[in-house]
């Protein structure tokens, strides 16, 4: 059995929570200290909501070892709690943060994310979403985004919609099978309901205030943006492979023929 004490000093001391014990009384910071809103340990994994808390700004990317530090100007966000080793979200990717600064902070991006996200092509002045990793107790206004980065999408047009703006995107044709209308998405950080789905490509719509506390609004025909897709479609497929999930290379994979063997209906709706 766990409860929660008050602590008024030491390492396992929790402002405003207290520390978990046991039903001996010794304090626990291991496997079970996640069931308790608000308390951080260093093993737990930054998780996101994709609900985007402000629009920074880049300050400048400083060449470092091979990789680069990205210094972020973060005027609207309350950094007062936020400590070295924090994650943040910048554009969807998960960060850590390196420094803190009177106007933001700065955070190093590895050649590996340059490579596979957005961030190598930014330019100083250019605006980017941000969000602090969700604490456990937070409100999830979104969908579970854990702010790794699954491919690098387009926007292939966009047009007024009432008073909202519908945009049509073109996803990595790899990712396409886990994109699902009426599914979540995470487009630059924020998280968005599918609407329509055609091949890789699949249209959103943007209201007004997600338009305005984002960085849509500067979207155009031809812009890369960064996509992560819904955790769950991920998992699922893995689940639906049973053991086959083990077999290396290609061959633990969910193919058409293997769906088809397995009796799921082919593209028109017959079986075989």
């Not at 924090?86 to 554009?91: E, F, P, Y």
């Not at 959103?204 to 960085?215: A, D, E, G, K």
Request: glycine share 12%; aromatic share 6%; charged share 20%.
């Amino acid at each position: 059995m766990l409860r929660v004490e008050p602590e008024a000093f030491g390492k396992n001391r929790v402002k405003g929570r207290g520390v978990v014990r046991n039903h001996q009384g010794f304090p626990m910071m291991g496997a079970f200290s996640h069931l308790v809103p608000g308390l951080r340990t260093k093993k737990a994994r930054p998780m996101f909501t994709g609900i985007i808390e402000t629009l920074g700004s880049l300050d400048r990317l400083t060449p470092s070892g091979g990789d680069v530090r990205l210094h972020v100007n973060a005027p609207g966000m309350d950094l007062s709690d936020t400590r070295l080793g924090d994650s943040i979200a910048v554009n969807g990717v998960c960060l850590t943060v390196t420094d803190l600064t009177d106007t933001g902070f700065a955070a190093d991006v590895s050649r590996e994310s340059l490579n596979v996200t957005t961030l190598g092509g930014l330019g100083p002045g250019d605006r980017v979403n941000l969000e602090r990793a969700l604490a456990l107790g937070d409100r999830l206004g979104g969908h579970m985004v854990s702010g790794h980065v699954d491919g690098v999408g387009e926007v292939v047009a966009m047009e007024a919609d009432a008073r909202s703006t519908r945009v049509r995107f073109r996803a990595p044709a790899a990712l396409a099978r886990y994109i699902a209308a009426k599914g979540s998405i995470t487009i630059d950080g924020t998280s968005l309901t599918v609407n329509r789905v055609d091949g890789a490509e699949f249209e959103v719509n943007i209201i007004p205030h997600t338009w305005s506390l984002t960085r849509f609004s500067v979207y155009a025909a031809g812009m890369p943006v960064n996509l992560e897709v819904d955790l769950i479609a991920r998992y699922l497929e893995r689940l639906m492979l049973g053991e086959r999930a083990a077999e290396p290379g290609g061959a633990g994979e969910l193919s058409e023929a293997w769906l088809a063997a397995q009796g799921f209906p082919n593209h028109s709706g017959s079986r075989d």
